[in-house]
Structures are given as C-alpha cells and as structure tokens.
T-cell receptor, first 113, second 115 residues
Framework: SQQGEEDPQALSIQEGENATMNCSYK?????LQWYRQNSGRGLVHLIL?????REKHSGRLRVTLDTSKKSSSLLITASRAADTASYFC?????????????FGQGTELSVKP | NAGVMQNPRHLVRRRGQEARLRCSPM?????VYWYRQLPEEGLKFMVY????????ESGMPKERFSAEFPKEGPSILRIQQVVRGDSAAYFC?????????????FGSGTRLTVV
C-alpha cells in the first residue's frame, strides 16, 4: 500500500446529504491538503491543514487530522450536484522533501439531484 | 493573473515521436512541479524545478524523460521516443516558495495520447 490511501474509492449520495472521505498516510508530514478534480480537468486546492492542527473549516468543508493515527477526513456538508468530482488527499513532508506532494488514489463522489 | 498555464491541452503522438509539454507558472512563482496521472490513479510526483535548476527528479523515469525551467520562458517536460505507456495526463503546479504554506496551484494539464 502507498502513502495517502483513501476510502471509500467511490461514494454516491443524494443532494443535501453529507459526504465523508477518509485518507490514511504512512510517514510524518508537515501538512495535509485536499484537492478536487472535475472529470478531465486540473486539480483545485480546497483546504490545507498543518500537522499541529486538529480541525479546520472552510465554508461547507470540514477537515480533521489525527497525526497519531496518521489519518484525515474531509466532510462536505449539505452536498450539491456541483460537488460531483474526484477528491484527493495529498501529504507534504515539508521543506526537506522539496515540497513535493504524495497523492492518494482519490475518492470519486457522485451527488445525485 | 492567468494562473498556471499548460499547453497543449491535448497532444497525440505516434510511438517513437517526441512530446514536448509546456508549463508557465503563475506570476511571481519560481518553483515548478510536474506530476503524472495515469488512468484511474492519483497523481505521481515526477520532478521539481526552480529557474535553471532541477531540485528533485526522484520521480522521473530514468530514460527518455527530461525537464527544464530556463531563465526565460516556460518549463518544458520532454518525452523522447514515446511509448503507449506514456499516455497519461501531465500536470504542472507552481508555488512562490519551497516551503509553501498555502497549497499549490495546478494547471489544467496536458493529456498525452500515444497511438
């Protein structure tokens, strides 16, 4: 298995419901980031949480980080059809690793109207 | 601010040809990163460059692949003698510093198809 594994691989919900995606990683990190990718498009940065933070909010997004379990979760509340996309977590080991990101395999979210 | 610009958006090459992918970072950004995304997979780091320097190329295949970021102009990812397995989406990201506290800005990618 590799750094930044996510589950579930696919998630299908109705509009208005909440969507929760989980990410696990293996090595120490400086921060963890979540990105969204619409089909055939580039990645959009959603939110970054540092290793000394436990929870962060941005609009309808809530991210948690548990460094003892090496895991993170992304919660999207009151989902909309426009939230349909793939969501990736990415870990950043910081300056000594040149800032390169290690991505998970992603969760494909489908929000049905 | 036009963001990170990649071109071409789509590129078709026959086996054995060369592919050149270009990336212009955001204004003020001097750090560029290239990632490859194979079908149904997440992104994999390839190379990290600053102006005129390769900082980390640990993710680059040993043969046929090269990257540069000249003093003037865009960063170029070059793939020589392409094979079908090179078919993928190639994304470029940029940042203003190595220890980037705000996440990275990605381009829309170049989708390479080798026929």
């Amino acid at each position: 298995s590799q750094q930044g594994e996510e589950d579930p691989q696919a998630l299908s919900i109705q509009e208005g419901e909440n969507a929760t995606m989980n990410c696990s990683y293996k090595t120490s990190i400086n921060n963890l980031q979540w990105y969204r990718q619409n089909s055939g498009r580039g990645l959009v940065h959603l939110i970054l949480i540092r290793s000394n933070e436990r929870e962060k909010h941005s609009g309808r997004l809530r991210v948690t980080l548990d460094t003892s379990k090496k895991s993170s979760s992304l919660l999207i509340t009151a989902s909309r059809a426009a939230d349909t996309a793939s969501y990736f977590c990415a870990t950043d080991a910081g300056y000594n690793q040149g800032g390169k990101l290690i991505f998970g395999q992603g969760t494909e979210l489908s929000v049905k109207p | 601010n036009a963001g990170v610009m990649q071109n071409p958006r789509h590129l078709v090459r026959r086996r054995g040809q060369e592919a050149r992918l270009r990336c212009s970072p955001m204004k003020g950004h001097s750090h560029v990163y290239w990632y490859r995304q194979l079908p149904e997979e997440g992104l994999k780091f390839m190379v990290y460059l600053q102006k005129e320097n390769i900082i980390d190329e640990s993710g680059m295949p040993k043969e046929r692949f090269s990257a540069e970021f000249p003093k003037e102009g865009p960063s170029i990812l070059r793939i020589q003698q392409v094979v079908r397995g090179d078919s993928a989406a190639y994304f470029c990201a940029s940042s203003y510093s190595r220890d980037n506290p705000g996440g990275y800005t990605f381009g829309s990618g170049t989708r390479l198809t080798v026929v």
